[in-house]
């Protein structure tokens, strides 16, 4: 049985941080591209980052860059969000997604509310 399991989110002011983790039970970790998604009130939902199987490359969207981290541990078979200088507009429910080929697993979600 597939399951990605969130954990992390919760209340955090402006300019803190919180970790995102995402494990991962079911499948072959390793072999899955990783990526968390958001989806913010009334707002599409958008790819926030992305890792390769192997960890060796990621991606970002513009407005996360130089604040966000993606990492994976293909042992714990866990991948993590690190999100830093947190803004208010980073408010939003965070998805884990694992993708191969043309496989996508998704997990629940894990809502950030940040706010003062």
């Known amino acids: 049985q597939v399951q990605l399991v969130e954990s992390g989110g919760g209340l955090v002011q402006p300019g803190g941080s919180l970790r995102l983790s995402c494990a991962a039970s079911g499948f072959t970790f390793r072999r899955y591209h990783m990526s968390w998604y958001r989806q913010a009130p009334g707002k599409e939902r958008e790819l926030v980052a992305g890792?390769?199987?192997?960890?060796?490359?990621?991606n970002y969207v513009d407005s996360v860059k130089g604040r966000f981290t993606i990492s994976r541990d293909n042992v714990k078979n866990t991948v993590y969000l690190q999100m830093n200088s947190l803004k208010p507009e980073d408010t939003a429910v965070y998805y884990c997604?694992?993708?191969?080929?043309?496989?996508?697993?998704w997990g629940k979600g894990t809502l950030v509310t940040v706010s003062s």
């Open positions: 997604n694992a993708k191969f080929t043309v496989i996508n697993y």
């Open positions: 890792i390769t199987s192997s960890g060796d490359s990621t």
